[in-house]
């Protein structure tokens, strides 16, 4: 996102007004899918904030990134019923096959991936979710397979 994209959505907010911190994160979040670091410093300039009280702000809450999603978003499920039934070596397996670890993306754009809280899909465990599709019992074969699907259909 430019500096100008990120300077049209602050002209919604009053200056030096910490309140609007949350807000601002959202709809910059919304319009770039993440928070830059250059996001970050012109948030801090106009609100008036320092950047380390942002990011220690939005690192409490789940729902703000600092880096960009690839095409296919991938979920661990972390809940108990995922963690119980091997959700940790699910975990290995797509970083190990992705070579890119929690909250990363891989180089060329195209997977991302995140460990993430109980989906609701306790009686499927181990659970992942891929752009909001969900995957129950997998193994390390249909993790492989969803993988090689999901690069045939990036082709």
Known sequence: MSSSAIAEILKNFQRNRSEALIPVLQEVQEADGYISELAVRQISEYLGIPSSKIY???TFYN????SPRGKFHIQVCFGTACHIMGSSTVLEVIERLL???D???SKDGLFSLEVGTCTGGCGQAPVIVVNGVFYGKVTEERIKQIIAEMQD???
Request: aromatic share 12%.
């Open 56 to 58: 220690g702000v939005a």
């Open 63 to 66: 729902q703000f990134r600092f």
């Open 99 to 101: 070579k890119i670890k």
């Open 103 to 105: 909250g990363q993306c």
């Open 153 to 155: 259909e990036a082709i």
